[in-house]
């Protein structure tokens, strides 16, 4: 589970796939959640960030 940080709040999704403007979120039917260009991301983070102290920043 992946936690896509934006300025406006957040988006939980499955998986994500990068593409050349942005990334694309996908639950876990393989559903489109949404596209988010990086210029608007950021950060994308796994739910072991949330886990411990320091961040894994993908």
């Not at 639950?27 to 991301?41: H, K, T």
């Amino acid at each position: 589970m992946y936690r896509a940080i934006l300025p406006n709040g957040q988006l939980e999704c499955e998986h994500y796939e990068r593409g050349e403007q942005g990334v694309d979120l996908y639950d876990g039917d393989d559903e489109l959640l949404a596209f988010v260009p990086y210029q608007n991301l950021e950060a994308l983070l796994t739910e072991a960030a949330y886990e411990t102290d320091e961040p894994s920043v993908m």
